[in-house]
């Protein structure tokens, strides 16, 4: 992924005043056999409040619903009227971000970083405990030591770590997923929701840092680092310096987040701190989260909402923006002025990803579970839930496609979606226009409500697949050559790159290398035209790169807006060169980067142009030669100085003034269309472009001029309005249904087989799926106490779409009895870039428990036996000496030996039945064991029949010293025992 798509995937949820007059004529001429552009030819948009949607449906006020976050009570209404669709995606994701700043920095002469804590502390008068960072700045020659708390400066309990982690604790995800949202959502425990396509690569991290609502811990964990630090708990609240600490909680109010965030403060408010909720909308919510220093605490807590642009299969860039401070999303947001958060580790885990500086996919795989583990344990996030988003249109509207990533806000639906009959189509957004409703390509698209707008009017040169995330063409066919990841490419000695320190193109030179070539077909560009009928030339490619390589490495430009420099650093850095093939209109890209996947090569090197070269230097006289607009939100704020917006009157205004300056002093500059010896642009094209600019900002009140299916014909912010219309010209490369791709097939966890895990016994769990193919399973068995994972693998196929979870015996046998464990079952596939994750108890099976103590009770029986057998040889060796006395004992004894081997055998019989009855839908699993129980039974009786059978001899021998009714009472005892013996032969 790279900056020029300004597809961060992720854009905050947040548009322009201008007249609406008719298209000129000369642009809605079409070739009578061959119609160019959109599906429909004209889209108005409109803000609709949440609470209106299902009224403004019926009223036929609009024909679709962009917005996502519609209340889960009221899509199940939608759902049931049968003149509407609802298509749903995981495309909204929400967060808590901590301010980590620090109350206090002490700096010191020279690098002191070796130094222990306690020693930093004795030298800059705080405590060791309250000590959150230190680091050693070079280019000052000084070490610099952070305080969480210190005397006089007051605190910040989020700049301690575990204060952040600990947060999570008081998180009541499952109340907020079932209760809140509905059972519209899920739960999330870091930037990736069990949905995105790297998910099945972290899930065991995620899994291991699955937090539960827990307040006494969390409260445990608060208390020890608070009190370390000095701060104290008085009357039931923290303090610190006699002082009690206040939270600035910002508080979002358009949607759910309010009552997650009263969750949240309510349960801050328990554990002993004073709240200030400041409830929000977006753009006040913005401008004092983004647009301030972390460091004057106007802010400590907010209630963050994202909204996906689209889905990425390998993940460059998420784990950046949302873990490490190069981004430029970290508290501080990369602003030279303001305080901010710092974390080289991350940095450079994260550049290495996104820059591609890896040698194959484990290492890149490895890097990416370490930047995971390291961003959950810093804790400047703490991810609440993804938000199954619903999307509202009618029943007959076609041509639509549900990103995967993004439903219909994707790049694709606006282009394309069509109603028969209907020449027209009503949108419906939750807002147009916001405070924060940036329209420019450097520093602006921040949220979605300007984004997706945006979508229908330009064109990039790849984008991503919306099914797979994979990146393809779209404007541009591409081919990649690489040599990487070890080997270098030569590049050609007249491949060139511009030289900010000179203000011109250079060309490399020869012995030049580069790891990869990427070839973009710039056909579809080059010879089409721009909205303002101009045509599309190299001069515009020149103009778009000159901006972004000279705000990136011209010192005064970057340090005007280091934010954007910072982030633009990391692809430009690696960029060796380009050159330009005329004749063939391609552009070939030369740069060190390398990735296992040959299309994200193409992606990382793609260059979109937005907008024609007039608007690009009248864009950069405004914010660097006037220096009276700033293009970023953190550079606008630090200069005081409003952010560029091309479509709000008083900018475009500005942007004509600066196009009729350009007019009146002849304005040309040669050094940024001359490539050696050839000029790309003359100054009568120059003109030529000044006055088409103008008129089109006469004719539409914007200064928005792209090259897609749609132009900006119409934007009102006070109205809340904007209108599309088709781009019928000739030369624009696609018909309508170029870019319909409707529904996916996802990927389905349909049923998992009911696992009967034996301990010591393998156990083969089924798991059957759905979707498109390559399928693949990967689980998960962790310990559900204590969080420990036990085993992470991959399932095995089967047959067709069934998988077979194979439990080795040497797992099982380690495992505790009647103890449930959690079964992670994780389905995903090549074809399509969506996971599907099912979660199972299941519990282990012990034999033992069960037949020990029958195993006990024949022993106990054994014994019992081979004792009463003893007494009754004594008795008969004794009859031999003496009278009829010792026959009577004889006698007693064999009476004794009946009745105590009968009640055994009886309870041994019911023991068994028992057994029996406990194991009956076992299936047979439990069958050697039985089998041993039954062996040693066998045993017993035989031992048993013997011994009568012996007595029965000893008897007959007395015959002669007996009376007939004594040897009957003795022949009857024998054969009672007889007789039970067999009942319990039969019954086992």
């Given at each position: ?29 079409v070739d009578a056999q061959v119609v160019k552009g959109p599906a429909t030819d004209i889209l108005r948009i409109q803000r609709v409040p949440i609470t209106e949607v299902a009224q403004a449906f019926q009223a036929g006020r609009i024909d679709v619903y962009l917005y996502g976050g519609i209340p889960p009570a009221t899509a199940e209404v939608l759902k ?263 974390n080289a580790t991350l940095d450079d885990i994260t550049e290495r990803i996104y820059s591609g500086n890896f040698t194959s996919k484990e290492e890149r795989d490895s890097l990416y579970r370490k930047g995971v583990e390291l961003c959950i344990a810093e804790g400047v996030r703490a991810w609440v839930a993804t938000r199954l988003d619903s999307y509202v ?596």
């Amino acid at each position: 992924m790279n900056v020029w798509q300004k597809i961060t995937i992720y854009i905050l949820p947040i548009m322009i005043l201008a007249a609406s007059v008719s298209m000129p004529l000369s642009i809605l001429q079409v070739d009578a056999q061959v119609v160019k552009g959109p599906a429909t030819d004209i889209l108005r948009i409109q803000r609709v409040p949440i609470t209106e949607v299902a009224q403004a449906f019926q009223a036929g006020r609009i024909d679709v619903y962009l917005y996502g976050g519609i209340p889960p009570a009221t899509a199940e209404v939608l759902k049931r009227d049968p003149n509407l669709r609802v298509l749903n995606a995981p495309a909204g994701l929400v967060d808590f971000i901590f301010n980590p700043a620090p109350v206090y920095i002490a700096n010191l002469s020279g690098d002191q970083t070796g130094r222990p804590l306690s020693e930093l502390a004795r030298l800059t008068g705080g405590s060791a405990e309250a000590i959150v960072n230190v680091y050693y700045d070079p280019d000052k020659g000084q070490t610099f030591v952070e305080y969480g708390a210190y005397p006089g400066k007051g605190a910040n309990p989020f700049a301690f770590k575990d204060v952040r982690v600990a947060m999570n604790y008081l998180i009541d995800r499952d109340n907020i997923v079932n209760t809140i949202y509905r059972g519209s959502a899920s739960p999330m425990y870091t930037f990736l929701s069990s949905y995105d396509p790297d998910f099945p690569l972290i899930s065991d991290i995620v899994l291991r840092y699955k937090f539960t609502y827990n307040p006494q811990l969390a409260e445990q964990i608060v208390a020890s680092a608070l009190s370390k630090a000095g701060f104290q708990k008085v009357g039931g609240v923290w303090s610190y310096g006699g002082t009690p600490v206040q939270i600035n909680f910002i508080i979002r109010v358009e949607d759910e987040r309010r009552d997650v965030g009263d969750q949240l403060a309510t349960a801050l408010e328990t554990l002993g701190f004073r709240v200030n909720r400041l409830y929000m909308t977006f753009g006040p919510a913005i401008d004092t989260v983004y647009g301030t220093d972390p460091a004057e605490f106007k802010w400590h807590i907010y209630t963050e909402g994202w909204g996906k642009t689209g889905i990425s299969k390998y993940d460059s860039a998420s784990i950046a923006q949302f873990c490490a401070p190069w981004y430029g999303y970290m508290p501080g947001w990369a602003e030279a002025t303001f305080w901010n958060y710092r974390n080289a580790t991350l940095d450079d885990i994260t550049e290495r990803i996104y820059s591609g500086n890896f040698t194959s996919k484990e290492e890149r795989d490895s890097l990416y579970r370490k930047g995971v583990e390291l961003c959950i344990a810093e804790g400047v996030r703490a991810w609440v839930a993804t938000r199954l988003d619903s999307y509202v249109l009618r029943a007959d509207i076609r041509g639509y496609t549900n990103d995967v990533g993004a439903g219909l806000r994707g790049l694709w639906s606006l282009r394309e979606m069509r109603a028969p009959g209907k020449t027209t189509l009503n949108l419906g957004h939750l807002w147009v226009y916001t405070a924060r409703t940036v329209w420019n390509q450097v520093g602006g698209f921040q949220d979605v409500y300007s984004v997706d707008i945006m979508y229908g009017t330009w064109d990039p040169m790849t984008w991503f697949h919306p099914f797979n995330g994979l990146p393809i063409p779209f404007r541009s066919s591409f081919e990649v050559q690489t040599a990487g990841p070890t080997g270098k490419l030569d590049v050609p000695p007249d491949a060139f790159i511009w030289d900010a320190s000179r203000g011109t193109w250079k060309f490399v030179g020869s012995g030049v290398k580069a790891t990869s070539k990427v070839v973009f077909d710039m056909s579809n560009y080059i010879g089409a035209r721009w909205h303002h009928n101009i045509t599309i030339t190299w001069a515009d490619v020149l103009a778009q790169l000159y901006q972004f390589f000279d705000i990136t490495y011209n010192a005064t430009k970057a340090a005007s807006e280091p934010a954007v420099a910072s982030l633009w650093r990391s692809t430009l850095d690696t960029i060796v060169g380009y050159r330009i093939d005329e004749a063939n209109k391609r552009l070939e890209v030369y740069l060190n980067y390398w990735h296992f996947e040959p299309a994200y090569i193409a992606s990382f090197a793609t260059i979109n142009i937005y907008l024609p070269f007039e608007l690009v230097l009248a864009e950069d006289y405004l914010v660097f030669t006037r220096g009276s607009y700033a293009y970023s939100t953190s550079a606008a704020t630090a200069k005081r100085v409003p952010q560029l917006n091309l479509v709000l009157s008083g900018h475009v205004a500005d942007m004509a003034s600066a196009l009729q300056t350009f007019l009146t002093q002849n304005y040309f500059p040669a050094s940024v269309f001359t490539v050696g010896n050839k000029q790309y642009a003359t100054p009568d094209e120059a003109a030529a472009r000044y006055r088409a600019a103008l008129t089109w900002i006469a004719t539409y009140g914007n200064a928005w001029i792209s090259n897609g299916p749609y132009m900006l014909t119409s934007f009102s912010a006070e109205a809340q309005s904007a209108e599309l219309r088709a781009f019928r010209d000739p030369t624009y490369p696609f018909s309508p249904g170029k870019w319909v791709f409707g529904e996916p097939r996802l990927v389905r966890v349909e049923n998992i087989g009911i696992p009967q895990v034996v301990r010591g016994q393998e156990a083969s769990i089924l798991v059957d799926l759905s979707g498109p193919p390559p399928l693949f399973v990967k689980y998960i068995l962790r310990d559900s106490v204590t969080g420990q994972i036990i085993t992470v693998d991959q399932g095995s196929l089967a047959t067709g779409s069934r998988f077979v979870i194979a439990l080795p015996a040497t797992l099982t046998r380690d495992l505790t009895a009647r103890f449930p464990y959690e079964l992670t079952v994780i389905a995903y596939s090549d074809a399509v870039a969506f996971v599907d994750t099912r979660t199972l108890f299941i519990s282990v099976f012990d034999p033992g428990i069960i037949t020990a103590p029958i195993e006990q009770e024949i022993s106990n029986l054994q014994k019992s036996v081979q004792e009463t057998v003893a007494n009754l040889q004594q008795a008969i060796q004794a009859i031999n000496a003496s009278s009829a006395a010792g026959l009577a004992a004889v006698s007693n004894s064999i009476s004794q030996l009946g009745t105590a081997v009968g009640n055994s055998i009886s309870q041994l019989g019911n023991a068994v039945n028992n057994l029996g009855n406990a194991v009956n839908n076992l299936g047979g699993t439990l069958s050697s064991k039985i089998d041993t129980v039954s062996n040693k039974i066998d045993t017993f009786a035989s031992q048993q029949s013997q011994t009568i059978s012996a007595l029965q001899a000893s008897v007959r021998d007395l015959r002669d010293t007996v009376n007939t009714l004594m040897y009957i009472v003795i022949f009857l005892v024998i054969l009672q025992i007889a007789t039970i013996a067999m009942v319990f032969m039969r019954r086992k």
